[in-house]
């Protein structure tokens, strides 16, 4: 995947200056806008790199997720264990992307972070952001914003690492050649290669696909290459 985005970077040098702009951004950790910083907790259920998984942070995913199979999906009989699991590696797999964010040097501004909350329709009141209706929401879901802005940030982060792998793919010569057969196939028309709609669609949805494996194939990669340290005794 390294050798993907070293060729991407080749054919799509924007990509590269991007992340070379990125890289001048600096992190600041204590911006106050909303009382956050990068307070952590000294047990975690996980570490992935550098990277906490705390034991309110997995307790807080498990909860969410087993009222989800039990109020949403009507599931009566929830294995736990398995449960447990499925949870916790949904959490590692978000701190690889974090992981891949600390390898291309990526970071978030304060003015990010900002524009990411204001602008979330959840904490708005009458079209606009309330900051009083944000924090009594954080409240009601037990959240302080400290720790929402913590999580919101490294949410961005995981979306840049993945936006970066995503962008260098793209459909080659055969795979090009695959969407135009298809679309013929489709319209019946073997001669200028089928309805424009047609075409763009088979290419966006062969595009998506593309993109998926690229992700998928990078995560695999991460978690063959990071160091995970699971702690059982706090699951």
Not at 26 to 49: C, P, R
Not at 97 to 120: C, D, Q, Y
Not at 207 to 226: I, Y
Request: no cysteine.
């Amino acid at each position: 995947m390294i050798r993907l985005i070293r060729e991407g970077s080749q054919n799509y040098p924007w990509l590269l200056k991007g992340v070379v702009l990125v890289l001048a951004v600096t992190f600041v950790v204590g911006m106050g806008w909303f009382g956050f910083d990068q307070a952590q907790q000294s047990d975690s259920v996980a570490l992935v790199g550098t990277h906490k998984i705390s034991i309110q942070h997995f307790r807080r995913a498990y909860n969410n997720t087993y009222r989800f199979y039990k109020d949403q999906l009507k599931q009566k009989d929830i294995d736990e264990e398995s449960l447990k699991q499925t949870v916790l590696n949904g959490l590692i797999d978000s701190k690889l992307w974090l992981v891949a964010a600390g390898n291309f040097g990526l970071a978030v501004s304060p003015e990010e972070l900002k524009h990411s909350i204001m602008t979330r329709q959840e904490f708005q009141k009458d079209g606009a952001f309330d900051p009083q209706f944000y924090h009594r929401l954080l409240a009601t879901n037990h959240l302080s914003p400290r720790e929402y802005e913590s999580q919101r940030t490294q949410d961005l982060l995981s979306e840049k690492a993945q936006l970066i792998v995503q962008d260098v793919v793209s459909l080659t010569q055969a795979e090009t050649e695959e969407v135009e057969a298809l679309a013929s196939r489709q319209t019946g028309n073997e001669t200028d290669g089928g309805d424009e709609a047609i075409r763009e669609r088979i290419k966006r949805q062969l595009l998506f696909q593309k993109k998926q494996r690229a992700l998928q194939a990078f995560q695999a990669n991460l978690r063959g290459t990071a160091k995970v340290e699971i702690h059982e005794e706090f699951l």
